[in-house]
């Protein structure tokens, strides 16, 4: 697996909070979508669909779209 790139907040705040979060799944979400959305500030919502969670992960990366921010199961998506 390569080096993916992280906010302090996703490292510090993020994986703290959601210890289950893998990083495999959020390169995947990266690599392979369900969904891209641009959000208003230029950051970059990532749907995956996660079978370990039975539910879709959200992985928010900054402008980049490469430096993962955020990621959080995905209560309400709808692909």
């Not at 697996?1 to 996703?10: G, L, R, V, W």
């Not at 959000?39 to 996660?50: A, K, L, N, P």
């Not at 079978?51 to 990366?61: A, F, G």
Request: proline residues 6%; glycine residues 2%.
């Amino acid at each position: 697996m390569i080096e993916i790139p992280t906010t302090d907040y996703f490292r510090n705040d993020v994986l703290i909070k959601r210890p289950y979060i893998r990083l495999v799944w959020c390169q995947s979400a990266l690599l392979n979508p369900v969904r891209r959305e641009i959000q208003d500030d230029g950051r970059i919502r990532h749907w995956v669909f996660v079978s370990e969670l039975n539910r879709y992960l959200r992985v928010v990366t900054l402008e980049d779209g490469v430096t993962i921010h955020n990621a959080f199961p995905d209560r309400r998506f709808k692909p």
